[in-house]
């Protein structure tokens, strides 16, 4: 499932939930339903999650999880990139590269 399709079918937008994927939102109660069906339904042990959501996570999760501003900003200096250039070759703004880079927001 892909995040635009994992949005849609809890009936969110990819903008929400990536807000609450990074932590700056928690999700309504009035999605609860719809995120334990697809969890039990891809066969993720609802306890086991709550008792240790890490196990559930992916390469993305744990770039993202610290330091990804670093990260990123290295990435581009190891080669040579400005931010309007690593923005072309991902597909974004070099204004979202700098966002990245100061921890304001965080690639999705």
């Excluded at 499932?1 to 994927?21: K, N």
């Excluded at 700056?24 to 339904?41: N, S, V």
Aim: hydrophobic fraction near 30%; charge should be negative.
């Amino acid at each position: 499932m892909t995040y635009q399709e994992f949005a849609i079918s809890i009936g969110c937008d990819s903008e929400t939930l990536e807000h609450w994927e990074i932590g700056w939102q928690k999700p309504l109660r009035k999605y609860f339903d719809a995120i334990k069906e697809i969890a039990i339904k891809v066969g993720i042990e609802l306890q086991k999650l709550n008792d240790t959501p890490e196990y559930f996570g992916s390469q993305y999760q744990d770039f993202i999880g610290y330091e990804c501003g670093k990260k990123v900003k290295s990435i581009r200096m190891a080669y040579g990139y400005t931010q309007d250039q690593l923005g072309q070759l991902v597909g974004c703004t070099g204004e979202a590269i700098g966002k990245w880079e100061r921890e304001l927001s965080a690639p999705t």
